[in-house]
């Protein structure tokens, strides 16, 4: 049982615009880590979609965002595509784990 | 460009041990945070361990005193050696590379290698 929590999945149609929210408390997300999110693409391996929250590496389409409020943080995908079926995983810190760094449970998006 | 390869998994009785490795290109590892994260079938990710630019090393708590991270810098290669091997560490074995942010984030990944324990 993960620290931060993801919904088990989510769906959309093309075209549409889909959010993943990851769940955290007071130490972690809310403390004022940020968080960032994962691709993986079936049968590959995770692949750096957002980080510090919003900020997206250069390759990743501008379909993808990402917020951070509270002890909360989404990651939105609009104009939804085939391609985006995946799961997704939210990332960021915990003060009240020995480990260093702690990811949710992750979300499979199902492209409908 | 920026490449991460894994290398050793296979399948290994319990008990047994098993080294794997991660040949680097495009960045130098030992200026690098470098990380193992795992992968059990059909489950989430697990951060496993890191080694520190300055050779310092962490472990999760599930693996600490069985599993050794460690680096050849001659080789620009990282390394995971893993001892008393259990039936619950079977997964998907990832090295990645830190990049610094509060908290850091990993990119890029390697591909993967499988570590299936078993009788």
């Known amino acids: 049982q993960s620290v931060l929590t993801q919904p088990p999945s989510v769906s959309g149609a093309p075209g549409q615009r889909v959010t993943i929210s990851c769940t955290g408390s007071?130490?972690?997300?809310?403390?004022?880590?940020?968080v960032h999110w994962y691709q993986q693409l079936p049968g590959t391996a995770p692949k750096l979609l957002i980080y510090g929250n919003s900020n997206r590496p250069s390759g990743v389409p501008d379909r993808f965002s990402g917020s951070k409020s509270g002890t909360s943080a989404s990651l939105a995908i609009s104009g939804l595509q085939a391609e985006d079926e995946a799961d997704y995983y939210c990332?960021?810190?915990?003060?009240?784990?020995?480990?260093?760094?702690?990811f949710g449970g992750g979300t499979k998006l199902t492209v409908l | 460009e920026v490449q991460l390869v894994e290398s050793g998994g296979g399948l290994i009785q319990p008990g047994g041990s098993l080294r794997l490795s991660c040949a680097a290109s495009g960045f130098t590892v030992s200026s690098n945070y470098m990380s193992w994260v795992r992968q059990a079938p059909g489950k989430g990710l697990e951060w496993v361990s890191v080694i520190y630019s300055g050779g310092s090393t962490y472990y999760a708590d599930s693996v600490k005193g069985r599993f050794t991270i460690s680096r050849d810098n001659s080789k620009n290669t990282l390394y995971l050696q893993m001892n008393s091997l259990r039936a619950e560490d079977t997964a998907v074995y990832y090295c990645a590379r830190e990049l610094t942010g509060t908290p850091n984030w990993f990119d890029p990944w390697g591909q993967g290698t499988l570590v299936t324990v078993s009788s």
């Open positions: 990332q960021s810190y915990d003060s009240s784990l020995s480990v260093h760094w702690v």
């Open positions: 007071s130490s972690n997300i809310g403390a004022g880590y940020d």
